[in-house]
């Protein structure tokens, strides 16, 4: 008889629409977007447990009220060595600012495969926490996102705004 691992997921409502997190004992596992093409229904043998995934709901809630640049979870991605290598890579990009594939082949020490983390980068199962988003074409393009180009463009313009103090967007003025 084989036990299966205890999974926990939630959702969590968000300016990019609604996010699904999923932990199990060792931290976070995945954050899937509500539409987008990772998108995903949680397996028959998941636990819905909002107590179980507070850790993580509370530090996304700061990112998006735009008072947490950086965030300290437990994290358990899983994927192979390679990927494991270029989403350690991601965590390391400062908030609001971006590199190219490029430039993270060559952080990583494998300056030939660009198209590689590219890969790496599109597998990443927590966007936002690990954020890929950072990561844009060698011209500066904006490049394929989980959860559409839309959202990476607003992720980006919303971490610019945050990053200069511009909580209230461009033009805006805070009244006294």
């Given amino acids: 008889m084989s036990t299966q691992e205890t999974i926990w997921y939630d959702e969590l409502p968000t300016p990019i629409g609604r996010l699904r ?8 596992r995945e954050v899937w977007f509500e539409s987008g093409r990772q998108q995903k229904a949680p397996a028959p043998h998941w636990r819905r447990d909002a107590g179980k995934l507070a ?58 495969a660009v198209r590689a983390v590219g890969a790496a980068n599109g597998r990443n199962p927590l966007p936002i926490v690990l954020p890929c988003h950072r990561v844009i074409g060698a011209d500066g393009s904006l ?28 033009g805006a003025h805070a009244r006294g």
């Avoid at 709901?57 to 270029?86: D, I, K, M, N, S």
């Avoid at 490049?143 to 461009?170: C, M, N, W």
């Fill in 21 to 28: 997190l999923v932990a199990d004992a060792q931290g976070l």
């Fill in 55 to 112: 850790f993580a709901r509370v530090q996304l809630e700061e990112y998006f009220a735009g008072t947490r640049q950086a965030f300290e979870l437990p994290l358990h991605p899983l994927g192979t060595p390679f990927q494991r290598t270029v989403w350690e890579e991601l965590a390391r990009i400062p908030y609001g600012v971006t590199v190219s594939y490029g430039e993270m082949a060559r952080r990583i020490g494998q300056p030939q």
């Fill in 143 to 170: 490049t394929g996102f989980g959860g559409g180009l839309p959202v990476k463009r607003y992720l980006l313009s919303f971490e610019q705004r945050i990053a200069h103090g511009d909580l209230f967007g461009p």
